[in-house]
C-alpha cells in the first residue's frame, strides 16, 4: 500500500467511509460542518458501539480486581438510567450532579444520566465545602451522586440547598440513599419514553475562569459526540498514512489507562467516550501512581496513555527505576498543560514502542482542538499541533477581531459545532466568548504556513498546575479574607514537576509578617489545596500599579521571580 499524506487520508476515509461523511446543519442559527451519520446521543453511542465491542461480549472496564464485559458495564448504566427516571422521577433536561474519584459508577452514572435525558453535572472532587455550594446552586442540581469524602463535604448544605445526596461505594451507610438500592430490580434495557434531540444539554463541566468563580460550560450531545468522531477519524485514517508492514500482525486491541480526573475533558471525552467507538478497554486507577501505573499497563496491554505532562514525567521515573520499556504502550499523549520540550526526546527513549503526542482543547471545545503525534511532534517540540479535520475551522485574530496575518500572535478562535452551547447562567461572558459560532479562546498563537500552530501566552490570567486550571481572582479573593491583607495578587511560579505552581504577593496592613505556613493555614478550607499558594512575598507598600492604575501582574510577577 502506498503511503498517503494526513491531508489526503482524511479525505479518503472522509469520502469513502459512511460513518464520517459531512454536511452541513443550521445549530442555534449558525450553519457549522457536521458528521451526517453518526449517533445522534451518548445513549445512541452505547447501542452503536455494541458490535465493535465483541458484540458486547469484550472486556471493557478494569478497576483494580473488579471488571466489566461491555454489555455488563452497559446493563449497569441502563439500570441506573432506569431507577433515574423510576424510582427518582428525574425528568428530561433535570441536573444531577456527579462528585466522586475516578470510580467505576462514575463512569456508569455519566452515560446512565444522558441515557435518561437529564443533564449531567460534573462537580471537582478538590473543592471545598463552599466551592461545592457555588457550584450546586448555580447548576440547579439536587440529586447528587457521591463518593465518601464529597459526601461528607456536602453533608452540611443538604437541607438548605434540598439536595437529595445518593450514597457511592464508601458513602452508602452516611445517608438515606444508596446506589446500590437504586439499582435494585431495574431493568438492563435501555429506558423508554426519553426524546432527546441532538442539541440538548449533555453536561455542565466546570472551567476556572478570570471572573474568579468557575464557570459551567454546557456541552451538547452533538458537541460531544463531534469531538469523539473526530478524534476516531485520525485513528480510521492512521494506517493509511503509516501502512503496516507486509505480514505484520494485526494491531492489538485499543486499551485506555485513565489517570486523569473525570471532572475534566481530558479523561471524559479523549479516553472514556471515545473508547467506545474505537472498542477499546480501559482501566481506572484509585489514585495516581506511577509504578502502579507501570504494573497496570503492563498487566492489560495498554496502549493508549494521556495525562498531563508531569504525569508523563513521573512515568517516564517510574519506568527507568523499575527496568520498563513498556512495549505495548503505543501512543502516549499530554493534555491540560503544555509539555516541556525537552520531555519528548526523553519519552521516545524510554519508550521506543510509543508515539510521543501532544494535544490542545478547552472545556468548552468538548476537548477537541489541535494536535501532533510521532515524527512532526519530534521536530517540533515546541508546538501544539494542527488543527483536527474535518470539522473544524480556525482564525487567528487581534483585539479588535480583525484577523492577522499568517506568522503574526493572534487569540486562537475556532468554530465547530464540537463548541458549546454557552456558560451556564453567564450570558455576557457568553456572549464575549461565543461569537457568531466562533470560541474566542483566549490563548494566543502564531500559525505557521504548513498549518502548525504555537501557543505562545495566555490572555487569561489562569494558572495551570499540573493540568488544573486556577483563577487568579479566585485564589486573590481569598487571601482578602486573611485580617492582615490589604492588596493582594496571584501569578504563575514555574516548577519543574508540575509546570505551574500558585504563588502570590501581598500587602500586609502595617507591614505584619506573614509566612506562607500562615497563610496556607488561614486558606484551608477556604481553597482546594491546589489552588493555596506555595510561594508568597510580602510587602508593606502597595502592589506595582500600571498606567490605568490597575495592579500590573506581569510587573509584580517579574519582580517577584527575581529576588
Known amino acids: 500500500m502506498t503511503a498517503m499524506t494526513p491531508e489526503e487520508a482524511i479525505r479518503h476515509v472522509v469520502s469513502t467511509n459512511p460513518t464520517f461523511e459531512v454536511t452541513e446543519s443550521n445549530i442555534r442559527g449558525v450553519t457549522y460542518k457536521t458528521f451526517k451519520n453518526i449517533p445522534k446521543t451518548l445513549g445512541g453511542l452505547i447501542q452503536a458501539s455494541r458490535e465493535i465491542q465483541g458484540n458486547g461480549a469484550a472486556e471493557f472496564l478494569v478497576y483494580q480486581d473488579e471488571r466489566w464485559t461491555y454489555d455488563a458495564f452497559t446493563a449497569d448504566v441502563n439500570r441506573i438510567a432506569n431507577g433515574l427516571r423510576d424510582t427518582l422521577g428525574i425528568k428530561t433536561g433535570d441536573r444531577v450532579g456527579i462528585a466522586m474519584r475516578n470510580y467505576p459508577e462514575l463512569l456508569m452514572l455519566t452515560l446512565a444520566v444522558a441515557s435518561a435525558g437529564a443533564v449531567v453535572v460534573f462537580v471537582n472532587a478538590w473543592w471545598t465545602t463552599e466551592e461545592l455550594d457555588y457550584a450546586l446552586q448555580d447548576s440547579g442540581a439536587k440529586t447528587v451522586f457521591a463518593d465518601g469524602p464529597r459526601f461528607e463535604r456536602m453533608k452540611p448544605l443538604e437541607d438548605d440547598l434540598g439536595l437529595r445526596l445518593i450514597g457511592v461505594r464508601d458513602a452508602e451507610e452516611m445517608g438515606r440513599h444508596k446506589l446500590s438500592v437504586l439499582m435494585q430490580g431495574m431493568?438492563?434495557?435501555?429506558?423508554?419514553?426519553?426524546?432527546?434531540?441532538?442539541?440538548?444539554?449533555?453536561?455542565?463541566?466546570?472551567?476556572?475562569?478570570?471572573?474568579?468563580?468557575?464557570?459551567?460550560?454546557?456541552?451538547?450531545?452533538?458537541?460531544?459526540?463531534?469531538?469523539?468522531?473526530?478524534?476516531?477519524?485520525?485513528?480510521?485514517?492512521?494506517?493509511?498514512?503509516?501502512?503496516?508492514?507486509?505480514?505484520?500482525?494485526p494491531a492489538p486491541r485499543p486499551s485506555g489507562l485513565i489517570v486523569t480526573p473525570l471532572f475534566h475533558v481530558t479523561a471524559t471525552h479523549p479516553l472514556f467516550l471515545l473508547s467506545l467507538p474505537a472498542g477499546a478497554k480501559i482501566s481506572l486507577l484509585h489514585k495516581w501512581d506511577a509504578e502502579e501505573a507501570v504494573r497496570v499497563i503492563n498487566r492489560e496491554g495498554v496502549t493508549r496513555f494521556l495525562g498531563v505532562p508531569t504525569q508523563s514525567a513521573d512515568l517516564l521515573e517510574a519506568a527507568k527505576r523499575m527496568g520498563e520499556t513498556l512495549p505495548t504502550l503505543t501512543w502516549l499523549g499530554a493534555g491540560g498543560a503544555k509539555r516541556p520540550a525537552a520531555q519528548v526526546a526523553q519519552l521516545k527513549n524510554q519508550f521506543p514502542a510509543a508515539d510521543i503526542a501532544t494535544g490542545w482543547g478547552m472545556t468548552e471545545t468538548n476537548a477537541l482542538g489541535i494536535g501532533m503525534v510521532g515524527e512532526e511532534y519530534n521536530k517540533r517540540p515546541d508546538a501544539a499541533g494542527k488543527l483536527h479535520p474535518p470539522l473544524q475551522d480556525i482564525r487567528f485574530l487581534d483585539d479588535k477581531g480583525n484577523d492577522v496575518p499568517q506568522g503574526e500572535l493572534g487569540e486562537i478562535t475556532v468554530k465547530s459545532p464540537a463548541n458549546m452551547r454557552c456558560y451556564l447562567n453567564k450570558p455576557e461572558a457568553t456572549e464575549e466568548t461565543m461569537q457568531d459560532g466562533w470560541l474566542r479562546t483566549g490563548d494566543l498563537g502564531v500559525i505557521d504556513a504548513e498549518g502548525y500552530i504555537t501557543i505562545l501566552d495566555r490572555k487569561k490570567n489562569i494558572i495551570i498546575r499540573g493540568g488544573e486550571n486556577i483563577a487568579c481572582l479566585d485564589v486573590e479573593g481569598a487571601l482578602h479574607t486573611h485580617p492582615d491583607v490589604i492588596e493582594a495578587c496571584a501569578f504563575s511560579v514555574p516548577d519543574p514537576r508540575l509546570g505551574e505552581v500558585v504563588g502570590a504577593s501581598v500587602q500586609t496592613r502595617d507591614g505584619k509578617p506573614l509566612t506562607q505556613a500562615d497563610m496556607a493555614a488561614h486558606l484551608d478550607g477556604r481553597l482546594a489545596k491546589f489552588k493555596i499558594p506555595e510561594k508568597l512575598w510580602c510587602q508593606d507598600g502597595p502592589l506595582t500599579r500600571g498606567a490605568t492604575d490597575k495592579i500590573d501582574r506581569r510587573a509584580i510577577r517579574a519582580a517577584c521571580l527575581d529576588t
Open 187 to 249: 431493568a438492563e434495557t435501555p429506558p423508554e419514553g426519553v426524546d432527546l434531540d441532538t442539541d440538548d444539554d449533555f453536561a455542565v463541566m466546570y472551567s476556572s475562569g478570570t471572573t474568579g468563580k468557575p464557570k459551567g460550560v454546557v456541552q451538547t450531545h452533538r458537541g460531544a459526540l463531534s469531538a469523539v468522531f473526530s478524534w476516531l477519524l485520525q485513528a480510521v485514517a492512521a494506517p493509511l498514512v503509516t501502512p503496516p508492514e507486509p505480514g505484520a500482525p
